[in-house]
């Protein structure tokens, strides 16, 4: 494994950049996939965010100036890149934000790439309902398991607000989930 | 000599397969764990996303309008021109119409009205931020009461706003 400093010095070299880039993308692939899974639910539209974020990657590597761990830059870039996508598909469609959310679970329901159970499916509504920042504080705990300091760096969010965060959408996911 | 003798014994070239059934176990059980939300991805889904990636990578982007910072102004303008335009043609009487007799809701109607397809971050490049104030984005300065509603209104417990009470 190399290792994180020297991966980036050969993404920032010309002449090393794209075996480099290979390696990024076989080792960060699957990683960002589920992330940007859990924020926009549709395989299809997953694939296009995560390309999207590999090609704003490798043209903004150059400018990496190594404030944070790679993996939380990249991080943020999936997580933004994600959020715009469906804030621009919330304006092209004409509707508000919790339609949109609707929409994207009824569509989840039919999804052949969704074999969740009924519990599975409840959760997705459930954090459908949730605030954009809870929700991301939800998948990135509960799913990915990522510390809060590494959310933290990503989110650029305190500690302490986070775990606020996190707690509230656990309460609001069982509330929503005990009344339906 | 002090050579202990080990009574165990382990079947034949045991440790020879072990890292190969360890990797096969620990990938089986990863694909279950992140099938425990119910997601799933077509066969073989990653295998070609890196070329995906690079045939993205080298198609050129459509030729996209920028709006450089010394065109805002000029942008602005053919705005206010065109409202111009429209007040003139509508307007019976003959006076002379400056930029300042045009009414901000006629701007505003204009930007409503005709999609321009501009991203916020064109908008921001468009917008002097160094004149802007605060009060030009909000109406209403907030008042205590008005925060107090809104946190009573959103927040479930005071609590968990982690709030000092020594501040």
Same mark, same amino acid.
């Given at each position: 494994m190399v290792s994180e400093e020297l991966l980036i010095q050969q993404l920032q070299a010309p002449d090393t950049q794209a075996s480099a880039f290979q390696l990024l993308v076989d080792t960060y692939k699957e990683k960002l996939y589920w992330h940007i899974r859990r924020i926009v639910l549709d395989h299809d539209d997953a694939d296009d965010v995560l390309q999207n974020t590999f090609i704003k990657i490798f043209r903004n590597i150059g400018g990496?100036?190594?404030?944070?761990k790679l993996y939380s830059w990249m991080y943020r870039i999936a997580t933004n890149e994600a959020l715009t996508f469906i804030k621009e598909k919330t304006k092209k469609l004409g509707f508000s934000d919790s339609e949109v959310q609707e929409k994207m679970i009824n569509k989840l329901e039919s999804d052949v790439y969704f074999e969740g159970d009924f519990i599975q499916l409840q959760l997705q509504k459930a954090i459908a309902t949730l605030p954009e920042k809870q929700k991301l504080v939800f998948n990135m705990k509960?799913?990915?398991?990522?510390k809060y300091e590494e959310m933290s760096e990503i989110l650029e969010t305190s500690v302490g607000a986070l775990k606020t965060s996190y707690h509230l959408a656990m309460k609001k996911i069982e509330s929503f989930l005990k009344e339906n | 000599m002090n050579k202990k003798i080990n009574s165990f014994k382990t079947p034949e070239d045991y440790f020879e397969g072990f890292t190969d059934k360890l990797i096969t176990k620990l990938s089986e059980e990863l694909t279950i764990e992140k099938k425990t939300d119910g997601f799933t991805i077509p066969?073989?889904?990653? /295998?070609?996303l890196y070329q995906n990636i690079q045939n993205k990578l080298h198609t050129p982007d459509p030729k996209v309008f920028r709006i450089n910072t010394f065109k805002k102004y000029y942008y602005v303008s053919a705005v206010a021109a065109v409202v111009l335009l429209f007040i003139g043609i509508t307007l019976t009487n003959k006076t002379k119409i400056t930029f /300042? *007799?045009?009414a901000i809701s006629d701007i505003e109607n204009y930007f409503d009205d005709n *999609?321009? *397809?501009?991203?916020t971050y064109e908008l921001a490049q468009m917008l002097p931020i160094d004149e802007l104030e605060i009060k030009d984005i909000i109406d209403n300065q907030l008042n205590d009461e008005n925060i107090i509603d809104y946190i009573d209104n959103s927040i *479930?417990?005071?609590e968990e706003l982690n709030l000092d009470p020594n501040e």
């Open positions: 990496f100036k190594g404030e944070c509960y799913f990915e398991a990522l | 066969d073989a889904y990653f /295998d070609s /300042d *007799d045009i *999609d321009l *397809d501009m991203s *479930d417990n005071f």
